[in-house]
């Protein structure tokens, strides 16, 4: 691996779990993957990615090391961003910073897995979705999904 893990604060997570996006159609959800895709081949990351919308996978890519392994990741940590209404990272980082363990929360912690890399999509405030990476330490795996929807945001 060659990027360098970013500690995120709670305030920083803060800021990506308010992303708004103008619409977000099966072909605007694939197009955001292609731009995730583009992130990272540039990053030179190993990574999967799915989009989701509505309960439905649109956008699936598994680059490099990445396989069937990354997909109960990908699901945990999508279920953990919808459950909530935040960032997989976000919610992590809640319970590090209160000194507690989201283990010890009272969920079916098979299918909530908080460690990041999803975020919820918004549409009118609404979620509508999640973009989701796995493969990678989980601070890059948000590091990552983020750029992509600061990318696709850029070009809207």
Do not use: C
């Amino acid at each position: 691996m060659s990027r360098e893990v970013h500690e995120y604060t709670v305030a920083e997570l803060e800021e990506h779990a308010a992303v708004q996006l103008p619409s977000l159609t099966n072909d605007d959800a694939v197009d955001l993957g292609l731009v995730a895709v583009e992130v990272i081949r540039e990053w030179d990351v190993s990574l999967a990615v799915d989009i989701v919308l509505g309960g439905d996978l649109v956008f699936r890519a598994k680059l490099k090391r990445t396989g069937p392994g990354n997909d109960p990741w990908l699901a945990g940590k999508a279920a953990v961003a919808m459950h909530f209404g935040e960032p997989s990272l976000l919610v992590k980082m809640r319970h590090v910073e209160a000194g507690t363990e989201f283990t010890e929360l009272d969920l079916d912690h098979d299918v909530l897995k908080a460690h990041g890399g999803s975020i919820p999509l918004r549409v009118d405030g609404e979620i509508v979705g999640t973009l989701t990476m796995s493969g990678e330490p989980d601070a890059i795996d948000h590091e990552t999904a983020f750029e992509a929807i600061r990318r696709y945001l850029a070009t809207r």
